[in-house]
C-alpha cells in the first residue's frame, strides 16, 4: 500500500525492543562518533539537536535524567504532525468521498444538506455548513457497518485515492523527517503512539504499516460501538453517535485512559495538541514537547495562527515561552515526503 | 505490598520478551523433554493439558496453527479470575471503606441511604438498595480527586486493608495457578491484558506489581476524566459520573477499543464474561476459551448458577456445549493462594 512499505514493514519486527537492545544497539544515540546520521532528512540547527540531545539524556544509563524504557512513551498527533492535512483534514476527504458511494442507497441527500453540497461539489456550501456540517458527514459515513467491514473500507479508500494537489495516495504524504523520528525513538526504547482528534478505526487501518506503530497505540476520536449476534455469530457494529472526541483537552484524557502513563515526549502541530504538550510538560524529569510549524508553501503548506484546519497559535505562543521546540519545515526539514528523499 | 513482590517485579523486565525469544527460550513449553513444569500449581489433567496444548500449536513455527507473537493477546477477567470475589467484589469493598473515611465530610450521609447503612455496618440494609445502592456509593467514592490522588488512596488502602475471612491483604488473594500461566503465557510470547468489569484506575493502581501487567494492558470501566488548570499546572480530575461498563457487551468493546486485534485466549469466571469469550472463540485458528469454576469451599468458595456475584450460569452452559476449558478448582489446582504455595 505504501511506497515505502516493504521497508516499513520490519518495523513490526522492532515494536518490542526498547527492553531488549543490547549496548551495541542502545548506542546508536549514544556512541560519540556515531557513523550513521539517524536523522538524515533532518537538516543541522537547534530542532535537530534538542531532539538528539533529549534522546541521549534519557537513555544514558546512570545519567541523572535516565528514564527506564517502559517510561519511555512518546505521543505524536497525526493530521499536520505525521502526514499533511491540507486543504483539509484527509479524513474528512475519505467522508466526502464516501458520501458520493454511498449516494444511491440515499435518495434523499440530493435535496438535504449538507450531502446535496458534496454531491454537487460544491465545498463552499459544505465548508458554510460549518462544524455541524462535518459532523453530520462523519457520523453519516462512520457508522453502520461492522468494524470489520469499516476497517475494510478504509483499506480501500486508502490504496486507492489520490490528493487533490499532489497526485499522490495520502499514505505518500508522511513527513519523511517524522518517519525517522518515530524509528529512531523506537530504536531507543521508546513506545511511539499516535494521539489524533482523528477516528481511532480510520487510523488503526493503515498507520501499522506506514508508521510502524500497532493498533493498541492508537489514540483517536471515537463513535459507540455495539456486540450484537448475527446468525450465530458476534460482530461489533458502529453506531452513529459520538463517543469520544480525542482533541484539545481529550488528548490528556485519552493519553491517561489508554496508556496510564505520562509520556515524556509529545509533538503536534496545533492548538488541538495544546494540553497534551501541557500534560507532558508537567511530568518530572526530562521532557520534549515539539511542534511541527508548517512554514513551507513551497513543498508542503504554510499556515499558522489564521488557519481554520490545523490552527497554531495558543500553543505556538507557550511554545516560544518556555522553549519548547519549534520545527520550522523550510529550515529543519532537508526532505519533507519520501518521494524526495531518494 | 504484595507478599511475593520482590518476586514479581522482575517481571516488569520481561513484558516485551515475547519478541525476541530465540529458539532456545520459545521452547519452554514445545520442547518435549522439558525440564520444568510451567504450571506447578496445576495438577495433571485436561485443564492443564488442553492449556499447554494451546500454547504449543501456537508457538510451532512451521505448525498449521502458528501464530506471529504480536497477535498472541490473551485477555483475563480479574475479579473471581484472577484474585477471589467474595464476599464481594473487593473494590467495593474498598468503597465501603471509603465511605467510612469520608463520612466526617458528609454529615448528611448519617441519614441518607446507602450510606446510612454503611456507617451502621448493615449489609443487609445496604444490598437491599440493589445496583443502585453500589452505584451511589462507588459514584461517591470513587469522583471527586485528581488521578494522582485516587492513585495514592487505592495504594494506601490495597497495602493495608485486611479481607474480613483470611485476615491477608487482598493482593495475597490471588490464585496462584492464574499467576504461572500469565508468566507461561508471556514467556512465550503473548502479551497478557487485563478486561475487568472493576474500575480501570483502581487496578491500574496495583496490577503492575502483583500480576506483571501494566498500566497500558489493563482495561476496565470507567468514571469520566476532566482536565484542568490548577494555579497553572494541568490536572486529570476524576469526575463521578459514569462513562464505560466494561462488562458483559462492554468487553468485546472495550477490547476493541483498547487493542484493535482479536485475542487469541480469553479465560473468565462469569456470565459478565460472556460475551468476551464469544468474541474470542469467533476468531479464526486455534483458540481457547477457560472458565474458572469456583468448585471449592474448602479452600476458596463454591458457586456458579445462583449466585449474586460471579454468577456463571449461561457461560457454563455454552462452556459444556463448546467444549471451552472449564477449570474446576477442586480437582485443577494443587494450590490456590500464593502462600500455600511455600
Redesign the interface.
Known sequence: MHPRGSQLLPW??L??????LDESEAILINQPGMQTDPLPSWNEGPSKESILRFIEVVTTEGGAEFVPP?DRIAVFDNDGTLWSEKPFYFQLIFALDRVKTLAAQHPEWRDQQPFKAVLEDDLAAFLAGGTKAILDVLIATHGGNT?DEFEQIVLDWIASARHPRTGRLYTEMVFQPMLELLETLRANGFRTYIVSGGG??FM?AWVEDVYGI???Q?IGS?IE???E?RDG??V?VRIPKVDFVDDN??K??GI??????RPILAFGNSDGDH?ML??TA?GGGARFMGLVHHTDAEREWAYDRESLVGRLDKALTEARERGWTVVDMVRDWRVVYPWEAV
Open positions: 513490526r519486527t515494536l518490542c525492543t526498547p527492553v531488549f517502559l468494524t481511532i478505526e488503526r500497532p493498533p493498541e492508537v471515537s460501538t455495539g456486540f449476534m455469530s458476534p461489533l483537552e481529550g490528556p484524557v491517561h485512559r489508554f496508556i496510564g502513563r494540553q501541557q500534560w508537567a
